[in-house]
């Protein structure tokens, strides 16, 4: 059975449903969204309750967690899910910033959960990971921007599983000192910041961020010694010299792990896709950007910044921060 991804196929069965947020419109302007090409399809079957798929889902939905896979509409929630590995999202699941392409829900945030850190740890324990990523919302509404939730969390996976390497995947943190100290504080294996877009489009696509804010934000990781990775999403009406600039300013500013995927409209409101690119074309950027120095890079279509995120540290093993 073939399912269009923006549609999503993820049988969602939570008791809250989808968040009301995520219906507020982006943009005055309506968009509709484009079919797939051929190569954005993927056969998936309905899952058992013996399946990991619905494993995983009932241990989320029992502690009441959320995880980007649902809250972004990831393609890719069947296949990472099947493998046991879904990516965490803290501090809730509405974020202050309203980016064009994104379709996590904007607004006013609800307080932190104090328990989250302990839950979250307990799931990663429960489910039995080796390797588990974390992201969150933006909380521009918090002093730390939510670091000090990020590292709560990372201690109590330690604590937990200690043998379970931790991959974060932050928020610009405004390139606050005092919030990426927090986070160093808590050692973390891998440190994500994604880009997302290159820097003509910055402006349209995402307004509250800044391109060179998040290279400063990277490169204060890489200084700090720690395995740095960012991800680019391809579709929005980038060009070839847009593409190789950002590449060569992410590896310039310390980026090693690059992911780079499709950008897939969630909705009539949002950016529409200017192009779906062809796996050829990402085969392409893989190429060069391994030739710029880049020591892992998972380029495709359903490449996502957590996409088997796993296999792709083991080549890093080597580069893991000190205790």
Request: hydrophobic share 35%.
């Amino acid at each position: 059975m073939f399912f269009h991804f923006t549609k999503r196929p993820h049988f969602k069965k939570s008791k809250e449903g989808m968040n009301p947020l995520k219906k507020k419109p982006r943009s005055k302007q309506m968009n509709p969204t484009q079919p797939l090409p051929d190569w954005m399809k993927v056969r998936v079957s309905f899952p058992k309750d013996s399946d990991p798929l619905s494993v995983v889902r009932a241990e989320v939905e029992t502690r009441e967690l959320h995880t980007v896979c649902e809250s972004a509409s990831c393609p890719n929630l069947n296949h990472c899910w099947n493998r046991k590995t879904a990516t965490y999202m803290l501090a809730g699941d509405i974020c202050t910033r309203r980016c064009q392409y994104c379709d996590v829900a904007f607004g006013k945030p609800k307080s932190l959960d104090p328990l989250e850190p302990e839950k979250v740890a307990r799931s990663v324990e429960a489910l039995g990971l080796k390797h588990v990523v974390l992201t969150a919302v933006n909380r521009d509404d918090l002093k730390d921007g939510g670091a000090n939730h990020f590292a709560e969390t990372i201690h109590k996976i330690k604590t937990y599983s200690p043998n379970c390497t931790i991959e974060v995947l932050i928020p610009d943190f405004k390139a606050k000192e005092e919030s990426l100290q927090i986070l160093y504080a808590a050692r973390p294996h891998i440190i994500n910041h994604n880009i997302e877009t290159v820097e003509r489009l910055f402006p349209t696509i995402t307004p509250q961020k800044n391109y060179r804010r998040s290279l400063e934000v990277l490169a204060h990781i890489a200084k700090h010694g720690f395995v740095t990775k960012s991800g680019l999403i391809l579709g929005l009406g980038e060009t070839e010299l847009d593409i190789k600039t950002c590449l060569e300013d992410l590896y310039a500013n310390g980026v090693r792990m690059l992911t780079i995927g499709q950008y897939l409209q969630p909705g009539p409101t949002h950016y529409p896709v200017q192009s779906f690119v062809p796996p050829e074309t990402f085969d392409f950027w893989k190429e060069r950007a391994y030739q710029i120095g880049f020591k892992t890079v998972a380029s495709g279509p359903l490449v996502r910044s957590s996409y088997h995120a796993d296999e792709y540290f083991e080549t890093k093993l080597e580069n893991l921060p000190t205790e």
